[in-house]
């Protein structure tokens, strides 16, 4: 038997001796595989590097994240509730907007606009009964004294309670000093009114329809300060007010139309966005509809439609309740006021015979106006029925029938002129009641639309939210 072959002996220089069939050069170990190589390639060359395992390369982030299914279906869900969100907000605040405006419409600036009115009309009114009380004097007669000392004591509380009124509603600086300075001149005007009925109930065996001098320049000074002070004031009260109504009208319809704008397109977007929603998941998973997303996208559609539709006209309605019936209004109550300004000046006529041409003047001038203003066929039967007892009032006091005329002025019987005055009056009060009580069934029309619009939204759309997540979880739940 061969015995087996000694190991080869190393040598001095520390290199193992080459293998047989090897060839020259230095035998290598088999290295690590490279990169990019496979475990059995060998390497060309040892170094100490070769030895070490290799180390894993890490990815980036864009390399790490996956935009898997799941991935896209969740964000679009997000996308699609987000949506509903905004949807939900922009009601909740176009609706919440929509009741303030209409409050501020219907409970601030238009009831100051018609106080305002009141008092510009009270104010008038109240002059001419203090006129009134003068013609007749003592002589009971010939005329209705204690149905105009009546009417004196009702205008006079009604001013009072619309200046109260106004102060309690709040206005602005100029406002409450123009209210301040009315209630200083108001109490100017008491005291000369009431120096002058004195001075008249004191006077002994005075003519009919001729109060003594002292009393008549205590009016005078009373009806001065009434036209170039009084009546001024309230009417730039009226004019301030009713352009915040104006205001406050317009803003209600902008905030109106801005939030209806706002709804649709959330709404549609949101709409849309379940939309395609539906039509991916489809294609996807081969379904072809998925109900609970159908009735989430039936639920947000209708409640968009009725939504902005709902605000559009509120904005609509708001408007045209200030236009419509409270401008007719405070044009009627203007009427009634400039109405009780001219019967005055016919009182004035009788009571101030220097003056006579100038109040006649001033009272052919405003029944201009009142007919201009006075188109419907009621209005202008009783206006041209006041015109025409009128002209029987001219003619009496030119004939020197004093106590006729006065009587034809005061005494509030059929056929006379006080009776044709009293009925335009009454028709012009009860029409621009008519406008009033119209303008205030509009206000409330447009607050019982408004009803349940807090609640609504969020219990829509809450549902239509749970829907969408009904919709998607069992989706995602066949990735897990």
Known sequence: MTAPSAAPAATNTGVLPRPAGSGTGAATPPGPPGPGRGGNGGGTGAGPGSLLPD??????????????????????????????AGLFAALAIGVSEARSDLHTVGNSTGPQAATATDLYYALADLDAQVANVLLIGHDEQIGNKQSALRQLRHDREAVTAAVQDLLQRGLDR???????????????????????????????????????????????????????????????????????????????????QTSSTVVAALGGSAVAALVALQIWLARRFRRLINPALAAATVAVAVLT???????????????????????????????????????????????????????????????????????DPGLAQRLAAFRRDDAELQ??????????????????????????????????????????????????????????????????????????????????????
């Not at 559009?312 to 401008?327: I, L, M, N, T, W």
């Not at 029409?431 to 009580?437: C, G, V």
């Open 55 to 84: 180390v894993p390369e890490l990815s980036s982030p864009a390399r790490r994240f996956r935009w898997t299914v799941p991935v896209r279906t969740r964000t679009a869900a997000g996308l699609v509730l987000a949506l509903i």
């Open 305 to 375: 439609v009725l939504g902005a539709g709902l605000l559009a006209d509120h904005g609509d309605r708001v408007q045209a309740a200030k236009s419509e019936a409270f401008d007719p209004y405070t044009a009627l109550a203007r009427t009634r006021a400039l109405a009780s300004d001219a019967n005055a000046d016919e009182s004035r006529y009788m009571l101030l015979p220097e003056q006579a041409p100038y109040y006649r003047a001033q009272f052919a001038a405003k029944a201009e106006l009142l007919a201009a203003q006075s188109k």
């Open 174 to 256: 100029e406002g409450a000093d123009t209210t301040r300075k009315l209630l200083a001149d108001l109490a100017a005007y008491d005291a000369l009114a009431g120096q002058a009925r004195l001075a008249d109930d004191q006077a002994q065996d005075r003519t009919v329809g001729r109060p003594p001098a002292l009393a008549v320049n205590f009016y005078l000074a009373a009806t001065s300060l009434m036209h170039q002070d009084l009546l001024p004031a309230a009417e730039g009260l009226g004019r301030s007010a009713e352009h915040g109504l104006a205001e406050s009208a317009g803003d209600g319809r902008d905030h109106a």
């Open 395 to 480: 003619k009496a006091v030119s004939a020197g029938r004093l106590e006729a005329a006065i009587g034809m002025a005061t005494n509030v019987g059929r056929g006379n002129l006080a009776f044709e005055f009293f009925d335009y009056q009454s028709t012009l009060d009860s029409t621009a009641q008519t406008h009033h009580d119209d303008f205030t069934a509009r206000i409330d029309d447009a607050e019982d639309a408004l009803s349940g619009w807090q609640f609504l939204p969020a219990a829509v759309l809450g549902v239509g939210g749970l829907l969408v997540i009904a919709g998607v979880r069992p989706r995602l739940r066949e990735y897990r």
